[in-house]
């Protein structure tokens, strides 16, 4: 397909998108709205995958940033309409203003993009960036709880809108004559380091930064806010979140993009890892993508206590229906779980055959697949397991990450060091 033709595919969606999820919205709590907010989902979808596949060439990271910004719109909106009949308004408007967050960060790399290929003129793409700027402002106040209404959305809608029109008229294209040197050629500009070694170096340096940030989110998260709030008790952990509602907003939405960056750092392992065996490291990628799906089916658990909590009438309820959803996201995500450990033991096991990672490294990792593995398992089985495997063997994910990083620093000071010298990948000492 060629970039013209995806995108005036793009652009279609851009404008049908905007009719089906107003008249969806509209239609909320009937059969046909439900239907149509599921259609705009497939059609968000649709748009990150033309995008991707019209920028993966010249900007890999942005592409698959866009694209999963996209698929967790696509899931948070449809989870929406989910929690509005089984739970509320409250837990629905969280889910649809995390869809909007994902919409405008994961929007404005891609606007900067669409600047670089000269696919709309400069001052569309500022005005898409601002735009989108101003949503994610929006988002986040409405998710503290500031009511802001729809005036932050308007400059990044009108966007939209207009960029569809453009895209319907004449797809991927430059807008105007592209001067020398404006859109690089990725294969030239690969080949004076070797395209392998560079694509080898980009793919660690996005898996160890990767990493490096969902280490943080989710540990402000996870340990910082739920681990803290949440207690054996129910009425006592109604309580504490009643007191520190933001804060668990935010964890929310922190675990949202572990998530998302789950999806990135598996991609850009299997990235690493192609030249080893590259079956398997699709695989171990299709793997932690599966495991990132659960997960975020775990964290609609959350938003839906969330939206309880904003919704809160002090009813006796409140409290056993708040900690149930609490104690089913920890279960979900103890199941995907298992997924990881999987996903982990095949990086080992690319890691041990590759020419590159130590192969102390390797056992490293496979001990922490093992462990995540052992924690889930042990968990289906008894109840009570108080056994926590991982709280030990995941140091090998971390050594992993900080080893990338330091061997995406390292080639990148080679190739400066040496810009006109190609070496082939050599086994590095343990």
Known sequence: MSLRTRGRFAGALFLSAFVAYGLGSALAGQLVGSALVVLNSAMVTAIGVLAFGALSRAHPAIAWTYLVARGAEAFLLTAGMVLLDSVGDGAADIAYQAAMLSLSLGSLPFCLALKRQRWVPNWLAIWGFAGY????????????????????????????????????????????????????DEASSSAAAGPGDARAQRAALAAGAGLLLMVVLAGLANFGVVDRLVSTDATETTTRLLSNQRAFVLAVVALLAVACLDVLVAWALRAFFDDTHRAVAQLSAWCRTVYAVVFAVAITHLIAAAGLLRDAAATDQLSSRVYARVTEFEEIWSLGLTVFGVHLLIIGWLAWRSRTVPTWLAVLVAIAGAGYLADSIGALYSA???????????????????????????????????PDTVRPREKQPA
């Open 133 to 184: 700027a101003l949503f994610a402002t929006g988002a986040v106040a409405e998710l503290m709880g500031v009511s802001v209404g729809l005036v932050l959305a308007i400059p990044g809608g009108l966007f939209e809108f207009a960029f569809g029109l453009l895209l319907l008229a004449r797809g991927f294209a430059p807008s105007g004559a592209v001067p020398p040197g404006t859109v690089p």
């Open 384 to 418: 009570p397991y108080p056994v926590q495997v991982a709280a030990v063997t995941f140091v090998g994910e971390v050594i992993l990450m900080v080893w990338l990083l330091v061997v995406a620093a390292r080639s990148r000071g080679h190739r400066r060091s040496n």
